[in-house]
């Protein structure tokens, strides 16, 4: 004899119970193998009763025992099921189907096998077609039948119910006809391929069926009904309502949406616009954001401090009508908000406020807002909710949610939604609103801190521009400078911190310092830049970042002399974008000039290089914001720089902007600076110089000539003090300092007096006592002048005395 039966591992099966009548067949036979329990329905099955067959081995009711690949097949599952061939008590075989279940038994967590079997009833009680029948009918799902033809045969009650129509109502029509919507005809098109191929469809519809007054979504599945032969003969359609479904995966996709739409800038105006883009459709028909009119205070907003009437500024409005008709309040005007009305309640409470509009509320509405009841009536508003927007304990303002088109009103669903998405909302309102503050005091720094208006001087003409980025990217560190140097020489600056932000801005402010004050003790451009990185390598050291390690600032820097009496260019810099030259009748071109490292790294060398430049040569000193871009080269930027210095105007001004134009995108990711200048040249008709000979006669000769030039250049105004000055700085070089000694005059907006030796060593102030026959002349050559001072060259020192023409 033979066995057949298949394993699985199923659910557990049900816990024993009493058998309460004979319909089934059941045993019990434990880990060993012994039976332990049977039922009376297995005693009418196989003939034995439970005292013939409790404690015995369950093989002893099989045919042909126990073989091996049987027991193989039980090991490790849960549940078998086949059919096997028992031993009637009288001999005769029985084959039964056998369905077996694993479960434990007892502490010791052993288990046993409960084995059931179905009994044949004795006689039939109804007849199955007609309890199939009537299972369709009540079916708790929503079912139809249909021919191959696709006409109605039979609905169920739960398919009358949802149609409003009865079966003999709607016998014999097809599904388009029954229900008017487009989701019908691609029914019946996946019935037809049912038909056609005999495989099951399933679809998602959603539709508003007749008498409903929202739509509803359905999950659809089209199985075909096959006959003995598995023709098919029908098709079984069955739906299931998953509106609430269907609303929770759009609140959801609602959701993800604001996550992914709001927020997307750092605008606060846009932002607020976000919400109201997004809200409006699906959520609401009117939204409007209104915010304090200060919300840049940072404190907590509470109920007892809450300003009656209430005053909000309108920053944003969207409407399903185009236009947005039913907006009261402009945007960016601040209007009042009675104490009753939503907004000025949620804010008050800090809790969202729901309401549905009655003919009391608007007859309310219409004596303390006459024209929001008039709008409200006119549009049929019927549901009005208002969100308090907060972030990090602070009141920002409230979101206004309103439905006259949608039919229905506002839910506790729909309520968390907004409440959803106005969290996001503020938050990102927060962000841009602390941004904006720390950019408008960034700028406010920076402005501060870049030269309010340039220097008078005649060495170059002048002209600049400093942009900075993009509210996304922030205020960065770039600057310029023009200092005039004594020798009507002139110190031009471009420098670059890195980074953005206030802290950028103050560290660009600490350097630019720094430059000025290393320029006024007239340091060549390398030293300048060596004492300069020092100096960075010190505010590192200094400035500790969040997590107490020393935060590194890093920043470059291009440091240029110019000379108009030699016309010689002294630069040197420091990882900073290599400036450009035109000269007249030349093409522009970049200086060849050594590039040398970024300030910050420290005990790296700088090199200066010394150009002659031509008069009316124009300069051009910029960061690399001007010439990098995204999704630019920056050789192509650089390319573009040069084409337009080619085109150059006389007007340095107008040179600027065409270069912004030409090169920068409309929101520039980096802050850029630009510096022009066009050279000058002093020559014979301003410059006089002559050599001394270091003898004490040679001061009253140097005199002459000195008030002699005076008389040619129209100053005998200025000789009385002239040569008191050259007398004291001459006196001094031939006294302490070396050969050779020159003096030189220079008019240039003031009248400059520089006598040079070689010696190294520098005269210094000093208080004479009553007694002291020296010591007066370099004071009373300071009390003279406007200023004066000393620089050292690679060839000795200058003393140098400068007189304001205007006072001369």
């Known amino acids: 004899m033979t066995r057949s039966g298949t394993t699985g591992n199923g659910p557990a099966a049900p816990p024993a119970q009493a058998d309460s009548g004979t319909t089934t067949a059941r045993a019990v036979v434990d880990a060993f193998g012994v039976v332990t329990g049977w039922s009376e329905g297995a005693q009418r099955l196989v003939g034995y009763r439970a005292s013939e067959v409790t404690g015995r081995p369950a093989t002893v009711l099989l045919a042909d025992g126990l073989t091996g690949p049987a027991l193989r097949s039980v090991v490790g599952t849960s549940r078998w099921n086949g059919t096997v061939n028992l031993r009637h008590r009288d001999g005769h075989l029985l084959a039964v189907s056998l369905l077996a279940h694993r479960r434990e038994s007892g502490p010791a967590a052993s288990h046993e096998w409960l084995i059931v079997a ?165 959520l609401a028909d009117f939204v409007t954001v209104d915010l304090l009119p200060d919300i840049d205070d940072d404190q907590e907003l509470r109920a007892e401090a809450l300003p009656s009437p209430v005053l909000l500024r309108r920053v944003a409005n969207q409407s399903v009508l185009p236009g947005c008709p039913e907006a009261v309040v ?311 720089m040069l084409k337009v210095l080619g085109r150059a105007t006389s007007s340095l001004e107008n040179t600027c902007d065409t270069l912004l134009r030409a090169l920068l995108p409309e929101k520039p990711d980096d802050d850029v600076a630009l510096l022009l200048a066009r050279t000058h040249a002093l020559d014979s008709r301003h410059v006089a110089a002559w050599d001394v000979t270091p003898e004490p006669e040679a001061v009253a000769e140097t005199r002459s000539r000195a008030t002699r030039q005076l008389l040619e250049w129209g100053l005998e105004d200025a000789s009385f003090v002239t040569e008191l000055v050259v007398s004291e700085l001459v006196t001094n070089a031939i006294r302490y300092g070396e050969p050779p000694i020159e003096l030189r005059l220079i008019l240039d907006r003031s009248l400059i007096c520089e006598v040079s030796d070689a010696s190294n060593t520098s005269p210094h102030l000093r208080r004479a006592r009553d007694y002291d026959e020296g010591g007066r002349g370099l004071l009373l050559v300071a009390q003279l002048c406007s200023s004066w001072g000393a620089r050292h060259t690679y060839r000795g020192k200058t003393i140098w005395a400068e007189q304001s023409l205007s006072t001369g």
């Open 330 to 640: 402009p945007l960016g005007t601040v209007a009042v908000y009675p104490s009753t009305s939503p907004a000025a309640e949620c804010l008050a409470s800090g809790e969202a406020a729901m309401h549905q509009v009655t003919v009391a509320g608007m007859a309310k509405w219409a004596s303390e807002a006459p024209e929001r009841a008039e709008k409200m009536r006119r549009f049929g508003f019927h549901s009005v909710l208002a969100v308090p927007m907060r972030a990090r304990g602070i009141t920002l303002g409230v979101a206004t949610f309103s439905r006259h088109r949608h039919p229905d009103p506002f839910e506790q669903d729909d309520l968390l939604l907004c409440h959803e998405i106005t969290a996001r909302a503020a938050l990102s309102i927060d962000n841009a609103r602390r941004y904006s503050r720390e950019r408008a005091t960034a700028l406010t720094l920076q402005s501060s801190l870049l030269p309010q208006r340039l220097p008078r001087q005649l060495a170059v003409e002048v002209a600049t521009r400093y942009l900075p980025a993009t509210a996304q990217t922030g205020v960065g560190g770039d600057w310029f400078d023009v200092i005039p140097l004594s020798g009507a020489r002139v110190g031009l600056v471009v420098g670059d911190v890195v980074g953005h932000g206030i802290q950028a801005s103050a560290a660009m402010g600490r350097l630019r310092t720094a430059v000025r004050t290393l320029a006024d003790v007239d340091l060549p451009p390398d030293e300048l830049l060596t004492h300069l990185d020092d100096l960075v390598n010190r505010l590192s050291a200094e400035s500790d970042d969040p997590t107490g390690s020393a935060a590194d600032i890093g920043a470059t820097c291009l440091y240029a002399v110019y000379d108009p009496v030699s016309r010689h260019c002294c630069m040197a810099r420091a990882g900073h974008p290599t400036p450009a030259l035109l000269t007249p009748g030349r093409p522009p071109e970049l200086l060849d000039l050594p590039a040398g490292p970024p300030l910050g790294l420290g005990g790296l060398p700088f090199e200066a290089t010394e150009f002659e430049l031509p008069e009316d040569s124009l300069l051009a000193l910029y960061t690399d914001g001007l010439v990098e871009a995204r999704g630019r080269d920056i050789d192509e930027g650089v390319d573009i």
């Open 118 to 282: 179905p009994m044949p009833p004795s006689s039939p009680e109804f007849d199955e077609e007609h309890l199939l029948g009537w299972s369709m009918v009540h079916s708790p799902c929503t079912m139809a039948l249909y021919d191959t033809g696709l006409h109605l045969l039979r609905a169920n009650a739960g398919m009358e119910r949802v149609l409003g129509l009865t079966e003999a109502e709607i016998r014999g029509l097809r599904v388009s006809e029954i229900v008017l919507d487009p989701e019908s005809e691609r029914t019946e098109r996946l019935m037809r391929r049912v038909v056609e191929t005999g495989e099951q469809q399933h679809l998602r519809a959603a539709l508003r069926l007749a008498g409903d007054r929202h739509e509803s979504a359905w999950s659809v599945s089209l199985a075909p009904v096959r006959d003995g032969d598995g023709t098919v003969r029908g098709v079984l359609l069955s739906a299931h309502d998953t509106t609430e479904e269907h609303l929770a995966r759009q609140r959801l996709a609602l959701v993800a949406e604001a996550g992914v739409r709001i927020g997307t800038t750092l605008d606060l105006t846009r932002t607020a616009q976000e919400l109201a883009d997004v809200a409006v459709g699906q």
